[in-house]
């Protein structure tokens, strides 16, 4: 008898501890247990950070927001889509740039008016441009230049190339008696042919990019491509705004030489 009661309790205590683990397993199923949190690196600074607390662009990370808004020591700024452009060089000299200039581009000529026409900008600046897309292109194809920024009609910020390194937008120019002004300037594409305004979202844009700029180059002087290359270029032509520009910036008026007047 002794024997049958101990029989009976060694079952009813393994009946017990099955129900138990069951009832463990049930409580638990679906809940996902979290693995070890994935550390990344901020593009701009390096440090290392949960994946959780960064902010992605482009698949790269920042640590935060102002470091994402502003131009790395690479000479790249976070918040502008990078497209990297072949076309640029060293700069002669270690001295930062210390002149913007301002042009305008529309591929093909007026072709933004119709349709969306950025993707063939950045095409071009990259050397990809297909010839038998438009007769324009054509005509242009074998050209290789660049700018360091666009900033699209809806006022899209792209970036070609760093501003530490020597894009080829200006050609033959002079600014103050200084020739090649590739060598000390940073370019900045407005899309648009010159007969067309300018919109708002590209004001706005160019005011943002400006005062990114002036955080590492501080006291930068503006010009457009036609006071630099006044025998060849136009842009950005009647239709750029000075006024509105420099009212947006801030940017004391002695740091445009060439005055406000819309030319």
Not at 77 to 95: E, I, M, Q, V
Not at 122 to 150: C, G, M, R, W
């Amino acid at each position: 008898m002794k024997w049958l009661l101990l029989l009976v309790g060694v079952s009813l205590f393994y009946l017990w501890l099955k129900s138990k683990k069951q009832a463990e397993r049930r409580t638990n199923e679906g809940v996902k247990i979290p693995g070890p949190e994935v550390i990344v690196q901020c593009k701009h600074c390096k440090v290392h950070i949960p994946l959780s607390d960064a902010i992605t662009r482009e698949g790269r990370v920042y640590c935060s927001s102002e470091h994402l808004n502003t131009i790395d020591n690479q000479g790249w700024l976070g918040n502008a889509t990078w497209c990297a452009s072949p076309n640029f060089d060293s700069r002669p000299t270690a001295n930062p740039p210390d002149l913007v200039v301002i042009h305008h581009i529309s591929l093909p000529p007026g072709g933004f008016q119709k349709r969306s026409c950025t993707q063939f900008i950045v095409d071009f600046f990259q050397n990809k441009i297909d010839p038998t897309e438009h007769p324009y292109f054509a005509e242009i194809a074998d050209q290789k230049v660049s700018s360091h920024f666009l900033i699209s009609r809806t006022g899209e910020l792209i970036q070609f190339v760093s501003t530490g390194s020597r894009a080829w937008h200006a050609g033959v120019s002079e600014f103050l008696g200084r020739e090649r002004c590739n060598d000390f300037s940073i370019g900045i594409e407005l899309e648009g042919d010159g007969e067309t305004t300018f919109e708002d979202a590209q004001y706005s844009a160019l005011a943002k990019l400006v005062a990114n700029l002036q955080l590492t180059i501080p006291n930068l002087q503006f010009a457009g491509h036609s006071d630099i290359a006044p025998e060849r270029k136009t842009d950005p032509g009647v239709q750029f705004n000075w006024q509105k520009f420099q009212a947006q910036t801030g940017i004391s008026e002695e740091n445009f030489p060439y005055g406000l007047r819309s030319r």
